[in-house]
């Protein structure tokens, strides 16, 4: 017997996207056979309840939204062994993007009616959960402009909240300890990284692996803003690792501390606040993904 599942829809994900999508998510739903239910969370909270009661009555949870409602879920479900299936509906779509999952609608159903399950690592900050990457600094500045802009999608709104952050930026110094080993930087900002990218497509952290039981950090240190600015195209590709002011470590866990006070922002939202110790929980989480994308 096919397994239940709840589409979890939040229907203002990407500006409205994911409503927009809704009708034509259903349809593919049904022409693939997966038996379905949908709840329009109410907000976050309510979002949470729901997938947990799904998974409590063996119900699969299907997410139809961007990554913060998709990670948020995904931090609930780690180690309940329940399953998490991706429709990507918001802005940036990094967790889908770095899994492999296809961004548009059919697509993405089609991973969930015939792919695999795999296993991932989930990331807690402070003990908040989360997906792909937790930042700050800098960060923490742009993710706020960037949720506070409303007509830009993808990588055009946080390149855009890039540009006016850096106009009126003051280098923060920073203090970590790596598997209890302090390092200071000064710079512009830090990336406790599970997931590879953020931002859109950004890829601050190349070669950070969703199932490796580590965080990469990366750590942009100070620098002019003319510099700053020509290097943040490389981003995308993730070569800025190999410029000098780029320092990147990879370890069990990292508490951050800063000179002033910042957020830490995680898969697009607020998860906590400085001090942080960041640290992952190993094969926490089980998420659809197509076969292909499966190594």
């Given at each position: 017997?096919?397994?239940?599942?709840?589409?979890?829809?939040n229907p203002s994900a990407g500006v409205g996207r994911s409503r927009?999508?809704?009708?034509?998510?259903?349809?593919?739903?049904?022409?693939?056979?997966?038996?379905?239910?949908?709840?329009?969370?109410?907000?976050?909270?309510?979002?949470?309840?729901?997938?947990?009661?799904?998974?409590?009555?063996?119900?699969?949870?299907?997410?139809?939204?961007?990554?913060?409602?998709?990670?948020?879920?995904?931090?609930?479900?780690?180690?309940?062994?329940?399953?998490?299936?991706?429709?990507?509906?918001?802005?940036?779509?990094?967790?889908?993007?770095?899994?492999?999952?296809?961004?548009?609608?059919?697509?993405?159903?089609?991973?969930?009616?015939?792919?695999?399950?795999?296993?991932?690592?989930?990331?807690?900050?402070?003990?908040?959960?989360?997906?792909?990457?937790?930042s700050c600094g800098f960060d923490s500045v742009v993710n706020q402009?960037?949720?506070?802009?409303?007509?830009?999608?993808?990588?055009?709104?946080?390149?855009?909240?890039?540009?006016?952050?850096?106009?009126?930026?003051?280098?923060?110094?920073?203090?970590?300890?790596?598997?209890?080993?302090?390092?200071?930087?000064?710079?512009?900002?830090?990336?406790?990284?599970?997931?590879?990218?953020?931002?859109?497509?950004?890829?601050?952290?190349?070669?950070?692996?969703?199932?490796?039981?580590?965080?990469?950090?990366?750590?942009?240190?100070?620098?002019?803003?003319?510099?700053?600015?020509?290097?943040?195209?490389?981003?995308?590709?993730?070569?800025?690792?190999?410029?000098?002011?780029?320092?990147?470590?990879?370890?069990?866990?990292?508490?951050?501390?800063?000179d002033r006070p910042f957020k830490v922002f995680a898969d697009g939202?607020?998860?906590?606040?400085?001090?942080?110790?960041?640290?992952?929980?190993?094969?926490?989480?089980?998420?659809?993904?197509?076969?292909?994308?499966?190594?």
């Amino acid at each position: 017997m096919s397994p239940r599942h709840l589409l979890l829809v939040n229907p203002s994900a990407g500006v409205g996207r994911s409503r927009k999508l809704l009708g034509a998510a259903q349809a593919e739903l049904d022409r693939a056979g997966v038996e379905h239910r949908l709840v329009l969370t109410r907000d976050l909270e309510h979002g949470i309840a729901e997938a947990r009661a799904a998974a409590e009555a063996g119900e699969r949870v299907i997410v139809m939204s961007g990554d913060g409602l998709i990670g948020q879920v995904g931090g609930a479900l780690a180690g309940t062994g329940a399953v998490l299936g991706i429709i990507p509906a918001g802005r940036g779509n990094d967790l889908a993007r770095v899994l492999g999952i296809p961004t548009d609608v059919r697509g993405a159903v089609a991973a969930i009616a015939g792919g695999e399950v795999r296993t991932i690592d989930v990331g807690e900050a402070n003990g908040a959960r989360f997906l792909c990457i937790a930042s700050c600094g800098f960060d923490s500045v742009v993710n706020q402009r960037a949720n506070e802009t409303r007509l830009l999608r993808g990588s055009f709104v946080y390149a855009y909240a890039a540009l006016r952050t850096l106009a009126s930026w003051k280098p923060a110094s920073f203090t970590l300890t790596l598997d209890g080993e302090r390092v200071a930087v000064r710079g512009y900002s830090v990336a406790a990284a599970n997931s590879s990218a953020y931002g859109g497509g950004m890829y601050i952290a190349p070669d950070a692996r969703l199932d490796d039981g580590l965080v990469d950090v990366v750590a942009t240190a100070e620098g002019s803003k003319l510099k700053f600015l020509r290097a943040l195209p490389s981003v995308f590709k993730g070569e800025h690792v190999k410029r000098p002011e780029a320092h990147v470590w990879r370890v069990r866990e990292v508490r951050i501390e800063a000179d002033r006070p910042f957020k830490v922002f995680a898969d697009g939202d607020p998860i906590t606040e400085l001090p942080a110790t960041v640290r992952v929980l190993p094969s926490a989480l089980r998420v659809i993904v197509p076969r292909e994308a499966v190594r």
